[in-house]
């Protein structure tokens, strides 16, 4: 698949929730970069395991009440897509909005990076 | 200025329209990329005075009905500003909605890249 294909694909699969599904799109030693750590975590996750690792922790620690996906964007084999959740986190009981852009990066085919930019970062 | 002061005061001045003013926060040396080459251009315009004269250009050539700016999301020392214009194109008399997003690069105190994501690029 081509860049426009793989954002289409991403983001047809994350409109429907289905997170897990879209790791096909993924290269083995895809990198994810967050804005900041998360609670005990690192800002990058090397390799698709630790990826996978990541969406499993967050979907165990949030309860999503509805979810709006945007885009995609591209420019040469680079697409941004948007997305807005409102969550609860589970722990705290927490319920907020989080508003992120996704910077992916595509290569050979397959998602090579993944970058999150939203308020609160580093 | 570190990345977030940077971040705020682009999206401040674009959301006032003045978008010339805003290129005191650029590197003499910054790149400006487009998704796609506009009429008789190139994707990439290199120094602050190319940059100068792209945007010369698209005012000149666009009537601007109304304009949304959104964010900036950060991320380490780069950050995303969301734009949707609503304009006419002069030269053809057409009205269309622009919407893209723009990824900038920080350094030294200063954008050195700004990099546009919309469909219908490359």
Chains 1, 2 share one sequence.
Not at 4 to 15: D, G, Q, W
Not at 47 to 60: D, F, P, R, S, T
Not at 64 to 73: L, N, R
Not at 79 to 98: A, C, S, Y
């Amino acid at each position: 698949m081509n860049t426009t294909e793989i954002a289409s694909k991403l983001v047809a699969l994350c409109k429907q929730g289905k997170f897990q599904d879209a790791k096909v799109l993924y290269a083995p030693e895809a990198v994810s970069v967050e804005a900041s750590a998360p609670p005990g975590g690192q800002r990058e996750s090397v390799g698709l395991a630790a990826i996978q690792a990541k969406g499993e922790w967050w979907v165990a620690n949030h309860e999503v009440h509805s979810m709006q996906v945007a885009g995609p964007w591209p420019n040469d084999d680079q697409f941004i897509v948007g997305f807005r959740f409102d969550v609860t986190m589970k722990p705290t009981g927490q319920r907020f909005m989080m508003e992120e852009m996704g910077l992916y990066t595509v290569k050979d085919g397959k998602i090579v990076r993944e970058e999150f930019f939203y308020s609160g970062g580093a």
